[in-house]
């Protein structure tokens, strides 16, 4: 037994390392939901890494999804794979070169960031570019370049991903989207009418809300509804730094959706902006999208928009399709892990 190991390594049975660390980031200090500005950042290091060694590796950065945080990420359940055990497996398995993984968290009280910058929750985006990427670097044997480092996530960490790129040209040099938020169009809308019925029974209040939601036991579904379109809300239309004060692309009384709000949230849909993002989204050496054709959010769509718009870009887009859903399709990681290393600059 290595017992220079980690325990969580050695309990998930990984033939290589775990390293959790927090750092405390300036970009999300004093951030209105009162969400720590300190955060976890874990690292999965591959078999042979010595940190006193030569070599370096590429590093792939995992952004997880609405409702994850880092540590779910790691978690582990009988006849379930997670993320650590996929790359850890294709590592021993030869079925992609060594590389650093590094999880980051973007949770906030009202279920995720979406890793962008807002005034409501904190500055997700400059805390993943400067001050995650710049931990990981300062701390590991990375690759320390564009080319040393890709960028995934699923769901909302697939947004993550493909808005990051588009925003933050030359911080990575491949992407990949599985089941990523897009064409916003049909992905949000049908949620609508339960957010507005939901909202009217407590009054209006949001902070209200928020604190009843986090007090029941068990949730109704229409309450998760209401959750997560506060927390998209506070990433696409704060309407101040004062918490819970929100703009909603709907009218309060009536239901009816509201253009001038909704318009603000598809400023940040991936399959618009990527329209005025050609030369950010050609600097990549991968542009990978997948999704389930059952997905309850028509992502599947979403992905369907976005390949064709990269190829009338003049770009080249790997798009795979499955039949599966929304849920639990982290089996996907097997194909998207090996070509995001493969394109990556290694020693």
Not at 143 to 163: C, D, N, P, Q, T
Not at 206 to 225: D, L, M, N, W
Not at 247 to 275: I, N, S, Y
Request: neutral net charge; hydrophobic residues 35%.
């Amino acid at each position: 037994m290595n017992e220079s190991k980690s325990r969580l390594a050695r309990l998930l049975h990984l033939a290589g390392d775990l390293r959790i660390e927090f750092i405390e980031s300036a970009a999300l200090k004093n951030n209105p939901l009162g969400d720590p500005s300190e955060r976890p950042v874990i690292a999965y290091l591959p078999p042979g890494y010595d940190p006193q060694g030569s070599r370096r590796y590429p590093v792939l950065y995992c952004l997880h999804g609405y409702t994850g945080d880092a540590a779910a990420l790691v978690s582990a359940r009988p006849w379930e794979t997670n993320v650590v055990q996929w790359i850890d497996r294709l590592i021993a398995s030869r079925r992609m070169p060594g590389a650093i993984l590094a999880i980051v968290d973007g949770f906030t009280r009202l279920g995720g960031s979406q890793y962008v910058n807002s005034i409501h929750n904190g500055d997700y985006a400059t805390y993943v570019i400067r001050d995650v990427v710049g931990h990981v670097d300062a701390t590991y044997r990375t690759i320390a370049a564009e080319g040393g480092r890709a960028v995934f996530g699923k769901s909302s960490g697939g947004f993550g991903a493909l808005y990051l790129c588009m925003q933050y040209p030359g911080v990575f040099a491949a992407l990949a989207s599985h089941s990523g938020d897009s064409y916003f169009e049909y992905a949000h809308p049908r949620s609508f009418p339960d957010v507005q019925r939901t909202l009217e029974k407590h009054g209006w209040d949001i902070g209200g809300f928020v604190t009843y939601f986090e007090g029941q036991h068990k949730r109704q579904p229409a309450e998760y509804s209401t959750i997560e379109m506060l927390g998209y809300a506070a990433a696409y239309s704060p309407r101040s730094a004062k918490a819970f004060d929100l703009e909603l692309p709907f009218e309060h009384q009536t239901g009816e959706l509201d253009p001038k709000v909704f318009g603000r949230w598809l400023d940040f849909d991936p399959a618009r902006m990527c329209m005025q993002k050609k030369a950010e989204l050609g600097r990549l050496r991968l542009r990978y999208l997948d999704c389930g054709r059952k997905d309850e959010y028509g992502l599947d769509i979403g992905a369907r928009v976005m390949a064709r718009r990269f190829r009338e870009l003049g770009l080249d887009v790997r798009h795979e399709e499955f039949d599966d859903d929304h849920r639990n399709v982290g089996y996907r990681y097997e194909i998207s892990l090996p070509a995001l290393a493969g394109v990556l600059e290694s020693q």
